[in-house]
């Protein structure tokens, strides 16, 4: 198990939606694991397109 001494949340709004394949926040310098994506919107059959104009990226920065 790993401890984790700092959590860093970072969220972004955009005029325009976004892709993976067009945007990639880069993680803080000393995180330890980060992830970050799009709160997206879901297609006809209910499934998320991975774009949004409203993204959320979290850090976690070990002791």
């Keep these: ?9 970072s969220h972004w ?3 325009a ?3 993976h394949a ?6 803080p310098g000393d995180s330890d694991l980060w992830m ?3 709160d997206s919107n879901r297609d006809p059959k209910i499934i998320r397109t991975c774009n ?5 990226g979290a850090g976690f920065i070990p002791i």
């Design 1 to 9: 198990m790993r401890r984790v001494g700092w959590v860093f949340y």
């Design 13 to 15: 709004s955009f005029q």
């Design 17 to 19: 939606e976004h892709s």
């Design 22 to 27: 067009g945007l990639a926040p880069t993680a």
């Design 36 to 38: 970050c994506g799009p």
């Design 52 to 56: 949004g104009s409203s993204w959320i």
